[in-house]
């Protein structure tokens, strides 16, 4: 255990008052939200499920029970990054933390067993496939077991967007080991998922824990793409710190490198991720990822469970995601820290037309579509939101009762509406009138009676509907297609040439039997006022002494291989900033400062503040 050194023994939990515990090793003044309940009732030798957001305090859920009850915890995690970080951040905090999975080098597994026999493991994290073993449970069959986790639960449904074949094995867990609580834990909370992973771990008799939802410091804004990476730009700009870290998703592996490479040209630091990479580089990105500080992941939707990383800044999505579940979980990968967050989502008409064409061409059942096709509508309908954005999202939870967030760009900077019905029958018969064989860019220059060559070769000049669109820019056409599309009364030949295609719910809108309300293009509208969401606490970057402890959490954290918010969180170094502790028992007060850490850290700490006046 390189990380522990010798004279720190592991602290002694097991028998300990959950409370306590939360205070003495994790340095914490309090549970949140429903943490309390959940680990009373693990505590009460109770299982469960757990529904929270990213970044809702999962963890604590288990990891408190599992050192204060007596006997091992284990936690089925699915990723080994994922693994590792959260056993470097246990044992910086003084717990006997290990993890076994199958890229462990024989030697260090063995270690590893011999841990366990001899009694000096708490708390072990395993591969699904490594625990179900028969080795393994019979092992584990002679043993005190504290607690099962079952950590991004989600893997063990189908229906889930990251089944994991190894996950059903853990239905074993219920049989060979009845009088042990199991808690499942999971972001995901889309009704089939939650029903099948209570199935699938024997939970359909224990609780469901419904954390709040809402992330309210991520502050939320969509538009659509027009100039992809001038607005990729402004975002980063006005979204980074110089110290966190920024994730963008894109639709395609070829697009995330490209992405990755313009960054790096525009003076960022960044890496590529995606599922089509070899085992061993995207382990060196994630650990990249994991430790550098400014640094920018451009990624697929393969990028997502095992970042740990408490200070992402920022999510920005280049493609429309498939769901209002997927894009939540992405972006709740921002401010877990609870420290201002943002979000961007750029979407287009090809976008929509393109996942309404995959599902309508995908070998699922009728069922299967039907669902992909709702989660679809729900996600465009949250890009083309005139209200609140986070209302719609949460919605989408079943969370309902949120009026209005204070903390997205619809809110911050409310749309107009108008009607939009006379320009909506301009542009359908535009459509209509060339044929239905063009895409958008040749049915605007149409309407705003631009004569180009394809114009004179198909003489659309001649066409009554030529030149009718004269006052509006083409801006505010390509919005008018697209919200057309968004509204399902156009659609995009995407096999084609991405012709603009009338579907039946035009018909109404020509004849004038349907209004049309359209939003004023999102490009015409004022950028919305500077302002953090709800809980904006102010940035400390440049402040001297925040500045020198970042450079020695930096230097610590090299030294030791591991992540520099496994030492402090950033919010931890910035409270030492504000309050500049004189000795050690001001320094335990900050919440972030456990026993563990304050003797590993706290003369250096203190020193950094003493030297910096
Ligand atoms: P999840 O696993 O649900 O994504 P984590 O367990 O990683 O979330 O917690 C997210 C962040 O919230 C972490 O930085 C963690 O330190 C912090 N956190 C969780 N519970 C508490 C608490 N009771 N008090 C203070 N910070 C907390
Ligand atoms: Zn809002």
């Known amino acids: 255990m390189p990380d522990m050194p010798e004279s720190l023994a592991p602290l002694e939990t097991a028998g300990a008052d959950p409370q306590e515990v939360l205070h003495r090793v994790f340095g914490h003044p309090g549970f949140r939200g429903r943490q309390e309940e959940i680990v009373r009732h693990v505590m009460a030798g109770g299982s469960g499920l757990v529904l929270m957001p990213t970044g809702g305090g999962k963890s604590l859920c288990f990891q408190v029970p599992a050192l204060c009850r007596e006997g091992l915890g284990i936690v089925v995690s699915p990723l080994i990054a994922l693994m590792e970080d959260q056993v470097a951040a246990l044992r910086q905090q003084g717990i006997a933390a290990a993890a076994l999975h199958s890229d462990l080098p024989e030697e260090a597994a063995r270690e590893v067993r011999r841990d366990l026999a001899r009694g000096a493991v708490k708390l072990l994290y395993v591969s699904p496939e490594r625990l179900v073993l028969e080795g393994t449970l ?10 099962f986790a079952v950590d991004e639960a989600h893997c063990v449904s189908q229906w889930g967007h990251h089944f994991r074949p190894e996950y059903r094995g853990l239905a ?3 049989e060979r080991f009845p009088g042990v609580p199991r808690l499942a834990l999971t972001a995901t909370a889309d009704p089939r998922t939650v029903e099948d992973i209570r199935a699938q771990l024997g939970l359909a008799e224990s609780p469901v824990f419904r954390g709040g939802f809402d992330r309210p410091n991520i502050r939320i804004t969509a538009a659509p793409r027009e100039q992809e990476r001038a607005q990729l730009r402004a975002f980063i700009k006005a979204a980074g710190d110089g110290t966190g870290a920024g ?13 990755a490479e313009w960054l790096r040209a525009d003076g960022h630091d960044a890496l590529s991720f995606h599922a089509g990479m070899e085992a061993t580089a995207k382990r060196e990105a994630h650990r990249r990822f994991a430790r550098g500080d400014a640094v920018i992941m451009a ?3 393969a990028f997502g469970m095992g970042i740990d990383r408490p200070d992402v800044r920022w999510v920005a999505h280049l493609d429309l995601p498939r769901s209002p579940e997927s894009w939540y979980q992405e972006i709740g990968r921002a401010g877990r820290d609870g420290a201002p967050a943002r979000a961007l989502l750029l979407y287009g008409a090809g976008d929509i037309s393109l996942a309404r064409h995959r599902i309508a061409e995908s070998p699922a059942t009728e069922e299967q579509k039907r669902i992909e096709r709702a989660r679809l509508e729900a996600m465009v309908s949250i890009a083309e939101a005139a209200t609140c954005r986070r209302r719609i999202l949460l919605r989408c939870f079943g969370e309902d009762g949120l009026e209005t967030c204070g903390a997205c760009d619809v809110c911050l900077t409310p749309p107009r509406l108008f009607d939009g019905t006379i320009p909506a029958q301009k542009l359908l018969s535009a459509v209509l009138r060339t044929g239905r064989r063009f895409g958008v860019g040749h049915v605007v220059d149409v309407l705003r009676g631009r004569m180009t060559e394809k114009v004179a070769q198909f003489e659309h000049d001649r066409l009554p509907t030529f030149g009718i669109g004269r006052d509006v820019s083409e801006q505010s056409w390509r919005g008018v297609a697209r919200q057309l599309v968004a509204m399902g009364a156009l659609d995009v030949a995407i096999e084609n040439h991405g012709e603009l295609v009338p579907t039946e719910a035009a018909r109404p809108i020509l004849k004038g039997e349907t209004k049309v309300m359209l939003r004023e293009d999102a490009l015409t509208r004022p950028a919305p006022r500077e302002r953090g969401g709800r809980g904006a606490e102010p940035a400390m970057a440049g402040e001297p002494l925040f500045d020198a402890l970042r450079a020695w959490r930096k230097r610590e954290a090299a030294e030791q291989g591991v992540p520099a918010y496994v030492i402090f969180q950033n919010d931890t170094l910035a409270a030492i900033a504000e309050r500049r502790p004189q000795d050690e028992d001001d320094l335990a ?6 026993r563990s850490k304050l003797e590993r850290y706290g003369d250096a700490v203190l020193r950094v503040v003493r030297e910096a006046g």
Do not use: F, H, N, P
């Open 299 to 301: 990624a697929t939707i």
């Open 589 to 594: 007060m900050i919440a972030g400062v456990g």
């Open 172 to 174: 074993v867990l219920a």
């Open 138 to 147: 019979s092992r584990l069959a002679e043993r005190r077991i504290a607690l």
């Open 247 to 259: 994730i963008v998703y894109c639709g395609t592996r070829a697009k995330t490198d490209q992405t």
